[in-house]
């Protein structure tokens, strides 16, 4: 059998304006590494800035809530293009764009499958616990632009504490908080929370230069505990 690992791949990576590819190379470096020890990965990239920008014009133009999400999937997906461009022929060339998309994926020989979104109503935080599940993954890496789970928003609280590990009740407790804990929302929704303590998958939050260490299984980020 297959090890799968999934990796969330936050959408800051994808910062063209500020950062051109050089995160992407990276965040591609450390899934190709992970492939070469004999980790078959499933990554999915997210939206980031560029699908802000063009959710935010498309709501001022007066599209639909939905139209917004299936804007955001879309700019998603472009992001996963970028990836797929980054790892060349390690990569399955195209990006599924259901659970089944991917299963179809995971039976090649491609050991690396980028995917963005699937259906609107959802983050691409839910699209990774989803793909974590369906291919019975051993670890899921959020990898986000922050190093782990903290107490507090640590960009906005410099005396925030990072977490080693948290139980999911507690994590649930952290994100559903009032609004100064908006920041630490972004690091996984709700949707996403109930599909990983339904299935209790494995999950390291960690910063998108500690991908190829939590898939090492180094001690690195926020383990979350069920
Ligand atoms: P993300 O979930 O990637 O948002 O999807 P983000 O804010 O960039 O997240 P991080 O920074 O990677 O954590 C961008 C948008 O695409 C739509 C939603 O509108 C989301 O806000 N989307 C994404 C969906 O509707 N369904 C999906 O399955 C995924």
Redesign the pocket.
Known sequence: MDRFAVV?????VFDLQNRGGEMVRRVADQLRAASEEGWRVAAV?????V??LY?RAARELGASEAA??????L??RANAELLIAALGGTAYPSVPQTLEELLAASASNRSIIVM????????????AALAAESLGAALLVNA??VDGVYTDDPRKNPSAKRLESVGVEELTLLLSGSEHKAGTY??L?HVSLRILERSRIPTVVTSYEGVLAAIRGEKVGTRIMY
Do not use: F
């Open positions: 969330k791949v936050s959408g800051a990239a997210g939206g980031g800035s699908a802000r959710i917004l999400d299936q804007l955001g999937i700019i998603t963005g979104g699937l259906q609107p109503g959802q983050s691409t935080n839910a699209v986000t632009d972004e690091l929704d």
